[in-house]
C-alpha cells in the first residue's frame, strides 16, 4: 500500500488483539470492517448442515479479511475465524472503500489480492482432493509461519485437523511423521518449527508453486 493511502486510512485503524478461535464475522454478514493481519492468522472456514467444516483460504500479514465480499458490496460466504491469536488492525469497510475509490493505486491492490485469494482457493481444492494429508500438513505449517512469522504454533491436532478436514487420528500420524522427520516437535496443544528444509522436502508441490505464482 502506498504511502498516501497509508497516511489516509491510519487515523481510522484500530489495533486488536485477536484471540485464537474467535469467529470476527460469519457467513452472511455484510462486510462493515475488515482486518489486515499482523502476527495473527485467519481463516475462511466453510461449515457444513452436518457440523463439519474446512478451510477454503487464510489471511496473514500479506491480506485483508472479506475481500472478495467487499470487493463485490456482498454478504460473506464463509466464517472468519482466528486460527493463529495475534495482533491485526481493524479498519472500517466503508472508510477502505471511499479510499480505493479515490486512489487507483489502492484499487489495483485490492483486485491483486482479490486474485491472489481465488488462486489460493482453487490450488487448496485440487490439493485437499489429490495430496496425501502428511504433505499437506507440511505445507499448511510453512504457510502459516510465512504469514505469522512464528516458529511456535499454539493449536492442538484437533484444531489442525478441523481446518484442513482430516480426522484427529490421521492428523495425529501425520504430526508424527514430521517429527520424526525433524521437521517439527511436537508437545501438547503446540508445534514447534525445527527444520524448515525438512517441512520443504515433505511439502507438497503445491507450496513452492503458490509462492513461484503469488
Given at each position: 500500500?502506498?504511502?498516501a493511502?497509508q497516511?489516509?486510512?491510519?487515523?481510522?485503524a484500530?489495533?486488536?488483539?485477536?484471540?485464537?478461535?474467535?469467529?470476527?464475522?460469519?457467513?452472511?454478514d455484510?462486510v462493515?470492517?475488515?482486518?489486515?493481519?499482523?502476527?495473527?492468522?485467519?481463516?475462511n472456514?466453510?461449515?457444513?448442515?452436518?457440523?463439519?467444516?474446512?478451510?477454503?483460504?487464510t489471511?496473514?500479514?500479506?491480506g485483508?479479511?472479506?475481500?472478495?465480499?467487499?470487493?463485490?458490496?456482498?454478504?460473506?460466504g464463509?466464517?472468519?475465524?482466528v486460527?493463529?491469536?495475534g495482533?491485526a488492525?481493524?479498519?472500517?469497510?466503508?472508510?477502505?472503500?471511499?479510499?480505493?475509490?479515490?486512489?487507483?493505486?489502492?484499487?489495483?491492490?485490492?483486485?491483486?489480492?482479490?486474485?491472489?485469494n481465488?488462486?489460493?482457493?482453487?490450488?487448496?481444492?485440487v490439493?485437499n482432493?489429490r495430496?496425501?494429508?502428511?504433505?499437506?500438513?507440511a505445507?499448511?505449517?510453512?504457510?502459516?509461519?510465512?504469514?505469522?512469522?512464528?516458529?511456535?504454533?499454539?493449536?492442538?491436532?484437533?484444531?489442525?485437523?478441523?481446518?484442513?478436514g482430516?480426522?484427529?487420528?490421521?492428523?495425529?500420524?501425520?504430526?508424527q511423521?514430521l517429527?520424526?522427520?525433524?521437521?517439527?516437535?511436537i508437545?501438547?496443544?503446540?508445534?514447534?518449527?525445527?527444520?524448515?528444509a525438512?517441512?520443504?522436502r515433505?511439502?507438497?508441490?503445491?507450496?513452492?508453486s503458490?509462492?513461484?505464482?503469488l
Amino acid at each position: 500500500m502506498s504511502p498516501a493511502d497509508q497516511a489516509a486510512l491510519r487515523p481510522h485503524a484500530r489495533r486488536r488483539i485477536l484471540e485464537a478461535g474467535d469467529i470476527l464475522m460469519r457467513v452472511s454478514d455484510p462486510v462493515d470492517l475488515v482486518y489486515f493481519p499482523v502476527t495473527a492468522d485467519i481463516a475462511n472456514v466453510i461449515r457444513l448442515s452436518d457440523g463439519l467444516a474446512g478451510m477454503a483460504t487464510t489471511v496473514g500479514r500479506d491480506g485483508i479479511t472479506g475481500l472478495a465480499a467487499f470487493m463485490a458490496d456482498e454478504p460473506l460466504g464463509w466464517d472468519i475465524l482466528v486460527q493463529i491469536g495475534g495482533e491485526a488492525w481493524s479498519l472500517p469497510g466503508d472508510r477502505l472503500r471511499h479510499q480505493a475509490q479515490a486512489s487507483p493505486d489502492l484499487e489495483a491492490l485490492l483486485m491483486r489480492l482479490t486474485h491472489k485469494n481465488q488462486v489460493e482457493a482453487a490450488v487448496n481444492t485440487v490439493c485437499n482432493l489429490r495430496h496425501p494429508v502428511m504433505p499437506r500438513l507440511a505445507r499448511w505449517l510453512l504457510t502459516t509461519q510465512d504469514r505469522t512469522g512464528a516458529s511456535e504454533l499454539r493449536m492442538t491436532q484437533e484444531e489442525v485437523g478441523a481446518l484442513l478436514g482430516v480426522q484427529r487420528t490421521t492428523m495425529n500420524e501425520a504430526f508424527q511423521d514430521l517429527a520424526a522427520r525433524d521437521g517439527v516437535v511436537i508437545s501438547r496443544g503446540r508445534t514447534t518449527i525445527r527444520d524448515r528444509a525438512a517441512l520443504k522436502r515433505c511439502a507438497c508441490e503445491c507450496y513452492a508453486s503458490m509462492k513461484l505464482s503469488l
